[in-house]
């Protein structure tokens, strides 16, 4: 028979499901919003967003392109609501307005391929018209509690779109030019998706993030880890990360025992020590282990928590400084994403022509992003 446990932890909860074989513990962490807002239940209200500049000035007009903003802020807001943080309360609103970039380069002109005649059967050249359009959105977003008081917090995010990693030019295949100008989509088109994945992102800032992990613990060989096991099933961890202690310090060369005391770390809320013993495990496990991989997800998973702690303690600390008006957030290294329920997109570097599969999700493809978040000094 199966029982189920729960035990709250500061920005953790943690779950035992324990029966023959080794326990099963669920861990959920809490990670806090990249935008600080006094912690408190906020509704968002967008009040304008005004064209800083369009380039080229005949790319779209700067009145679409406000109306285009608003209404994907409009839109996000309307099935965001009641979401961000907890269940919102009465006069909890915060007004958002915003100023936004708009840069759009055409790289046209004819290119030369060789095209087989059919009736002479040989290659022959032949001019084509190409074109190659990417685009720049970047949106300042200003968060006030009162529509004409101060900037409580601003969050600037950036998106970039290139036709030429466009799954939609591409094809279905992968297999159409992507330099074919009836394939390159509008100017206004391009801005909605952008406008989209910024209006995303920000709001994805102003929430917590809740990343959640089963971690298996592993059969014990000795007396210590036994009673390690039996801790856990009690919701006793910082009585089973002594245990399995007491259990490396007999046998260090215990993978088990060692993998064992980071999940209990964790489920105890020592992210440092879960840490290093993730790692070490990680480390001593040659590619075939089967611990190797669980201990990759967790050492991932902890050094995103403590990146997120880091963040927010530098930004709390920056915005009681008088001197200092802003810093820049990261967003969090790419190989600890796949592990991690993470807010989605691609991050920034380097775009890699997309999967088969990816190819069918979209311009959210064919974008990357990057994001500063600057709290009120």
Known sequence: MKAT??????????????????PVITVHHILPAALPLDGQDWQFQAT???????????????????????????????????????????????????????????????RTVRLRNPQS???????LPTLVRKAMLRVDFQVRSDPDGPAIGTAEVRREYNSAVDPNVLGPLGL????????????????????????????????????????????????????????????????????FEKALATNPGDLNARFNLAASAEAAGDLAKARDNYAAVLKAADTKHPLRQP??????????????????????????????SSRQIRPFPAQLQPQIAAPTGPRPGLLER??????????????????????SS
């Open 5 to 22: 446990m729960a035990r709250f932890l500061p920005a953790v909860l943690v779950s035992v499901v324990a029966g023959c074989a080794a």
């Open 121 to 127: 059967g040989q290659l022959e050249p032949h001019e």
């Open 48 to 110: 304008s967003f005004v064209a800083s500049s369009i380039s080229p000035p005949g790319a779209i007009a700067q009145e679409d392109a406000a109306d285009l903003l608003a209404a994907e802020f409009a839109r996000r807001q309307t099935a965001q609501s009641g979401q961000v943080g907890h269940p919102a309360r009465e006069g909890r609103t915060a007004w958002v307005a915003g100023k936004f970039d708009l840069t759009v380069t055409d790289r046209a002109g004819p």
């Open 354 to 375: 997309p999967t088969r599969r990816s190819r069918r999700q979209g311009l959210a493809e064919a974008s990357i992003e990057c994001r500063r978040v600057v709290p």
């Open 176 to 243: 159409e030019r992507s330099d074919d100008p009836q394939r390159i989509p509008a100017v206004r088109g391009i801005l909605r998706s952008l406008s989209a994945h910024c209006v995303g992102e920000f709001f994805d800032m102003v929430r917590p993030l809740k990343i959640a992990a089963e971690v298996a613990l592993q059969p014990a060989s000795d007396a210590d880890s036994r009673a390690g096991l039996r801790a856990v099933e009690e919701n006793r961890y910082a009585d089973a990360v002594v245990r």
């Open 295 to 324: 201990a990759a997800d967790g050492l991932a998973r902890v050094e995103r928590v403590l990146l997120s702690r880091a963040a927010r303690h530098m930004t709390q600390t920056r915005a009681k400084t008088p001197t200092t």
